[in-house]
Structure formats: C-alpha cells, structure tokens
C-alpha cells in the first residue's frame, strides 16, 4: 500500500508540474516550434508542435488520474526524450538544463514500467472488472 502512494505522489508530481508546458506551448505555437523544432531540422514544425503540447498535456491528465497512466507516461516519455535530444544538441552536457528533464524522463519510465498503483482509476477498474 505504502509503494502505491508512491506512485500517486510520483504521478502527481509529474502531472502538475508539467501539464502547464504544455498548454505554454499552445499559447505562441510557432514560437516553440522556432525555438525548439526548426533547430533539430524536423519536418513539420507545426504540426509536431502540437503533438508535444498534446502529449504534455493529455500524458499529464492521464497521470494524474491514473486513467491510463502507462500511456501517459509513454507520451511524456517521447515527448521528454526529444527535449533531452535538443538540450544536448544546442547546449551540450548542461546539467542545469537537463535535470528536471531526466527527472521527468525517469518518473515517467518508472510509470511506465509499473503502471499507475493502488490509487489510480486503471486499478479500480481492472478491480471492478475482475469481480464482474
């Protein structure tokens, strides 16, 4: 019980803190993708823009709600993993810009890897199912 609460505390706090990139992101699209995109030569600018901005923002509902969290991890995880990319290629090995990317990167794979917990809806669900 208690290593499920620190899964909800885990995906709580990724949640949260994230989930305000993303919509940041929807505020001036094109200035993220100039800022972040068009320096990695990704095709699309745009569109995979908002992918990013959706990934944060829906990975982040899920994981707060524990409604598919693995998927929501998933999603972040991607989207973090470009972020990771970028920071090296434009800055090197800056540990001031790559700590709280690699500590979302890891909270989210150990989402991933775990699911969710006691104390997010999958769980209840796959408990409501199995008594069905």
């Known amino acids: ?53 959706a990934s ?14 693995r998927l929501g991890a998933l999603a972040i995880l991607g989207t973090v993993s470009f972020g990771i990319y970028h920071a090296i290629m434009t800055s090197g090995f800056n540990i001031y810009l790559l700590e709280l990317l690699v500590l979302y990167w890891g909270g989210s794979a150990c989402v991933l890897l775990n699911g969710g917990g006691k104390f997010a809806l999958d769980h209840l669900i796959s408990l409501r199912l199995s008594h069905d």
């Open 1 to 53: 019980m208690i290593g499920s609460l620190g899964f909800l505390l885990l995906r709580l706090s990724i949640g949260i803190m994230l989930i305000h990139h993303g919509y940041e992101k929807l505020d001036n699209i094109e200035n993220f993708a100039d800022a972040f995109v068009r320096p990695l030569h990704l095709p699309f600018p745009i569109l995979l823009s908002y992918l990013a901005a």
């Open 56 to 69: 944060e923002i829906v990975g982040s509902w899920l994981l707060i709600t524990g409604l598919g969290a």
